[in-house]
């Protein structure tokens, strides 16, 4: 398997913007623009957000994700979400390990991984996000820190539930600063991460696993970015804010 047959996701993370009203005005605009696509089309939103989207997406296809998930099935933790409340209001998708969520939330190596173990064990699709910062990357850590985080957050998957992951390559410094990696910078990271799978499950695993690029992706450089060899697709936050721009990306992945 490669480019050529894995199919290209391309999922809006909305971060938190939107109210249920506005969530439901932007995805009745979205649903003709980006219908017949071929791609995956998921749009991650906030949690308050997760029923309108659900209703308003229905008939169409665009799947909806969260953006967090914890990693216990219930109990005291207050303010979080598990991923069985999750499937039960109709999510599909869920972004984990985001580099927001690393940065200003606490989020781990370790936690990152239970909760991707926790998304696959209830039939999530997990987006497991992984990125250097610009310091790592002037450091020349790129390569080592990508395969790192790649190898923690999959710890104890297995083969099978490998289907159900997609990891993004999210470098920091690209991530609401509209410097987007370069082609080769995406694709090299992408490489890197399909390689770290390929170390763990096998080179030919490897191949099928679907690995985005993410970082200021707009509607005016999606197109040369989702070419790469190793790009099959992107997690798309500030552009996936506006059907018109989603919509050119969408149809940039399907071609
Ligand atoms: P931007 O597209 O706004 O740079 O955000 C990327 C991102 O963090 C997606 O998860």
């Not at 506005?22 to 995956?40: R, S």
């Not at 939103?45 to 914890?70: F, L, Q, R």
Request: aromatic letters at 6%; charged letters at 20%.
């Amino acid at each position: 398997m490669n480019k050529q047959v894995r199919k290209a996701v391309i999922a809006g993370n909305w971060k938190m913007n939107k109210t249920p009203a506005e969530t439901t005005a932007l995805i009745n605009e979205m649903k003709p623009l980006v219908a017949g696509a071929d791609c995956d089309v998921v749009l991650c939103v906030p949690y308050v957000d997760i029923a309108a989207a659900v209703e308003a997406a229905k008939g169409s296809n665009i799947k909806i994700g969260a953006e967090n998930v914890h990693f216990k099935a219930s109990g005291a933790y207050t303010g979080e979400v598990s991923a069985e409340m999750l499937t039960a209001c109709g999510v599909e998708y869920v972004v984990i390990g985001h580099s927001e969520r690393r940065q200003y939330f606490g989020e781990t190596d370790q936690t990152v991984n239970l909760r991707t173990l926790a998304a696959v064990n209830a039939g999530l699709k997990a987006i497991v996000c992984v990125g250097e910062t610009l310091e790592q990357r002037e450091l020349g850590y790129t390569e080592t820190l990508l395969k790192y985080q790649t190898k923690m957050a999959l710890t104890n998957v297995s083969k099978e539930q490998l289907e159900n992951i997609i990891i993004a390559y999210e470098p920091v410094w690209a991530i609401g600063t509209g410097v987007t990696a370069t082609a080769e910078q995406a694709n090299e990271g992408n490489g890197f991460v399909r390689a770290a799978i390929a170390e763990v499950y096998g080179k030919d695993v490897a191949e099928t696993v679907t690995v985005q690029y993410g970082g200021s992706m707009n509607a005016a450089n999606a197109e040369e970015l989702v070419a790469q060899e190793h790009v099959d697709g992107g997690l798309i936050g500030g552009a996936s804010l506006k059907a018109n721009d989603f919509s050119v990306i969408v149809k940039a992945a399907s071609k």
